[in-house]
């Protein structure tokens, strides 16, 4: 009778562990303190521009990038001992939300999103805390759909891990980072790679990026913002932070402006913060940050319908005291 009931509860817990998490963590919830089935989501941050997804098979989590900002996390479960997941530069080559394996007797792959012809894909899938898969790469139910409903046909899916030298070094995709190492096509680029200089306040160049959808970052830990059009950065400053002023995590979206052409920011409920959603960003909050104004005056101008902003006090510069997310691992 006891092992029975062991095995009743066995089978009712299997379920679970499979579909994983049925919401998102907070959006500030360290990646890799995400549990087993556990996931971040918050496409409203960056509602539009080119997606990309990294898949960091060394720490089995994996992350999506749009208009170059990090919108989700994830735990995964890649390939086990002798059918490892392949490293390399994909493409999505066919969706199928109810697809059945070819190779092992129809198991389910629900949302599944091809990687390669010879059975690589990514997929719903049981998430176990390690690799336990036959190559694929196993995502929560949830975070599955969300994925497989915001991405497209062709996107880029990049696969890395530990050792690996020829594309990105894992320890590139950080824990926190909110904008992605790589282009959208999968080449390097590192937002590191393009910092300040010692002797530069701000650096505009929107002809990198003539147009698509805006993306402001700010960070009040290393007191920098960076500006995003159609996942290019185009623009960086130094800002101004009021001592002890602490921002937390926010993320807005331009609101029009008001009759003396002031900008009007409301608030977008993301994962731990849904409360806000609506609310007017408060002006004393605003009034904290400092920007120069020649940039101020730049960015002002591509600001417009669907700009979104997401401020943190997470750090740019390495071994800054920033908490919470880190928006780049190096900015000098």
């Known amino acids: 009778m006891k092992t029975a009931l062991i095995a009743l509860l066995l089978l009712a817990a299997a379920p679970a562990l499979a579909a994983g998490a049925l919401k998102s963590s907070p959006i500030d919830t360290p990646v890799l303190a995400l549990k087993p089935g556990e996931w971040i989501w918050d496409a409203d941050i960056a509602p539009s521009g080119p997606m990309l997804v990294v898949v960091n098979l060394s720490t089995q989590r994996a992350y999506a990038y749009r208009n170059g900002i990090r919108i989700g996390a994830t735990t995964i479960s890649s390939g086990k001992s002798g059918k490892a997941t392949p490293t390399g530069v994909f493409t999505i080559l066919q969706k199928n939300k109810d697809h059945k394996s070819n190779l092992y007797n129809s198991a389910p792959m629900p949302y599944m999103q091809r990687l390669t012809w010879d059975g690589i894909a990514m997929h719903a899938g049981n998430l176990p805390g390690y690799p336990a898969s036959h190559g694929c790469i196993r995502l929560p139910l949830e975070f599955s759909k969300k994925l497989f409903e915001t991405s497209s046909m062709g ?102 402006r008001d009759a003396t052409g002031v900008a009007k920011w409301v608030y977008l409920g993301v994962p731990g913060y849904e409360a806000r959603k609506g609310q007017n960003v408060e002006q004393d909050a605003i009034k904290q940050v400092t920007i120069p104004p020649q940039f101020y005056a730049q960015m002002r101008s591509i600001v417009g319908e669907g700009t979104t902003l997401l401020a943190t006090d997470g750090g740019m510069v390495e071994g800054s005291t920033g908490k919470g997310q880190t928006v780049l691992e190096s900015d000098r």
Do not use: H
Request: proline residues 7%; neutral net charge; aromatic residues 4%.
């Open 155 to 256: 996107m880029t899916v990049v696969v890395t891990a530990k050792g690996d030298k020829t594309l990105i070094e894992p320890e590139m995709v950080t824990d926190n980072a909110l904008l992605a190492p790589l282009s959208t096509k999968g080449a390097a680029a590192d937002p590191r790679s393009d910092s300040l200089t010692a002797q530069e306040v701000s650096r505009w160049e929107p002809e990198k990026s003539p147009e698509g959808p805006v993306t402001i970052v700010l960070s009040t830990g290393s007191k920098r913002i960076v500006v995003y059009r159609n996942g290019v950065i185009i623009g960086r400053s130094r800002i101004g932070v009021a001592p002890g002023f602490d921002i937390g995590t926010r993320a807005a979206q331009f609101a029009g």
